[in-house]
């Protein structure tokens, strides 16, 4: 009974297994496509590789928020004379990530990574997606350097080997130098020729054959102790109890894990799918992702051949109608095909018109000026006729006075009887100005009109 029971299990284990193959492959093999490479992540880390640790953290934190970077630099540019104190008191009130203020107080390094905006996307980009291959990385490149003998204990720097984990401090805590060398020789010859290191170094900078230093950076508090590497775990630790002046209070009091904040992304697309689902942002990219050509209208090289493609039939049709506007035109603006040389245009017969009136302009004009050169004419006037044609007037105007007589007579009996029976049947509307002094200006105002008519009327029956 024993027997068929663990065969029956058996086989159950076994078709599990091959279900979880299947449905694990395509996921990694997505994965794989959007995941750095070795090449990459070697181009991108060269440059920062032999910086002190403290410094190489808050690099490669500040590098996920490159948002953040350039508004901070922008604004380092307009305050140049903030130094020390200062600035970490003007620093305390911005909203930006306490990573990105720290690197404030290295305006050179800064700047490139502004500029190198690019670059410094790929590289948080990285580090988001691949912390514990960027910090392999990291270490392959400074062993390499060691080997090569440009990475070692000078009175900047304290190059500490322990388990072959390479450690890079400052020797103050809170005076930083910058490291300045060429990364294509400084790990010796270049083992992707394909992927050339960055140069990250300033352009008023001389490098040598070996690593050169910036002059110290003096800092407000113990640089060295605030962020760190976690080599074997390959994590970053932010101690809260060695926080800087600009950094508000945290409620926590031991080390912790360093975590990425969204919030200071600023909107940013995350590179691949994975990180984007991790911090919330349902957009993201796919930077290896072709578009399908079909989509934009392309052809594959076989149907180039045998049929026209997209653009072509496109190109085509538009030539077409711009001859079937082009006819249109000519034969609305008075163009003819073959008969133009036996008929005049329409443009011909509008210029010649145009001449015509222009002609006859000049003509007018010439005749106008000869008429004010001549002299003026006397002309012989007849002595005036006052008294005949007043009685002429009158005799034509006295059919008309009576005409206007009678009309004023009609309207003066009309009226009469309009205002009487509104006297008797309206008391109250006698009163309807009774809020303005009870209507005494109205009625006064009527009166006198009533009295210029009257007048008015006498004068036209003397006349």
Sequence with gaps: MKQPVLLRHGLMLIVSLVLLTVTILPVRAQTTDELYSSQELAQMLAPIALYPDALLTQILIAATYPIEVIEADRWLQRHPTLDDDDLDDALYDKEWDPSVKALCHFPSLLSRMSEEISETTNLGNAFLAQEGDVMAMVQQLRAKAYREGNLYTTRQQNVVVENEVIVIEPVRSRVVYIPYYDPAYVYGNWWYPDYPPYYWSPANVRVGLGVTFSSGISLSFAFSTWSYFDWPHRVIYINPHQHPRFVHKDRHTSPK?????????????????HTAREYGQTRYTYPHSTPYKGDRGYRDDDDRQHSPSLHDDTNRRRDDNRRNDSDSTKGDRGYR??????????????????????????????????????PPVSKTVEPRQPVQRDVTVKEKKQ?????????????????????????????????????????????????????????????????
């Design 257 to 273: 894990i360093w975590k990425h904040a969204p919030t200071h992304r600023r909107g940013v697309a995350y590179r691949d799918k």
């Design 399 to 463: 059919p008309q006075i009576r005409q206007t007589e009678r009309a004023l007579k009609s309207t003066q009996s009309t009226t009469q009887q309009m205002r009487k029976p509104l006297k008797k049947s309206t008391q109250k509307q006698e009163n309807v100005f009774e809020y303005v002094d009870d209507g005494r200006n109205e009625r006064q105002s009527s009166q006198r009109g009533k009295t210029s008519r009257q007048k008015h009327s006498q004068k036209e029956q003397r006349h």
């Design 337 to 374: 095909d073959d008969d133009h040389q036996r008929s005049p245009s329409f443009h011909d017969e509008t210029n010649r018109r145009r001449d015509d009136n222009r002609r006859n302009d000049s003509d007018s004009s010439d005749e106008r000026k000869k008429k004010t050169l001549q």
